[in-house]
């Protein structure tokens, strides 16, 4: 039978050097959610290697009825280079979908839309909201600016008026079926690489 088994076994051979690796994973395998460069490294060393060359974009979340989406976002976001991830409201989210992503990811909370602004504001963000509004423009013309926070409401619901109020733009993703929308998870995906082919393309 094929071996399905993730990640390694214990080390073979001499151990390597560094202050980056865990000597219980060396000893027992590294069975986590990693990139196999970061095989047997301490959790925090694989922290700080993935905010050291994150591309500088954050996602923030509405999680007013805790959505069950948010794990899966939370994952889409570590793989797509978001520095951060704010979550605006509730603080507890299943975190089944993050598949432990966010030991990696700075993943913080505001208990009302006001303290998140005012957070974004002082660091000199720009909120650009997604959903399906009649004041919403296409995704796919927009033009992301760099420094963009991007936001995303709840399933089903969307963006609260009050965070509607507060972003600097609100675009929509373009569909083509007879469904209304789309899942939050998929959308914040398309709109997180929406992002990263404008900004990162040519590197």
Known sequence: MTDRSIGVG???GKWPEGDHFDAELLASGDRRNVLDEYRYWKREAIAEAIASHS???????????????IGS????????GASSVH???RRRWNRRGAMVTDRY???????????FV???????????????LDESTPLETAQLPPNAVLVFGEEG?????????????????T???STRSMNVGHAAAIAMWAWVTTHKTGD
């Open 73 to 80: 976002i939370v994952r889409t976001a570590n793989a797509l």
């Open 105 to 115: 990811l700075p993943v913080d909370h505001f208990s009302e839309v006001d303290s």
């Open 175 to 177: 569909q083509y079926g």
């Open 118 to 132: 005012t957070d974004v504001r002082r660091r000199g963000r720009t909120l650009v909201g997604i959903d399906i």
């Open 157 to 173: 619901a969307g963006l609260s008026p009050a965070m509607r109020a507060q972003c600097d733009a609100i675009h929509h993703i």
């Open 87 to 89: 979550i605006v409201g």
């Open 55 to 69: 591309l500088g974009y954050e996602i923030a979340i509405e999680n007013l009825g805790h959505d069950f989406n």
């Open 10 to 12: 214990p080390w073979q």
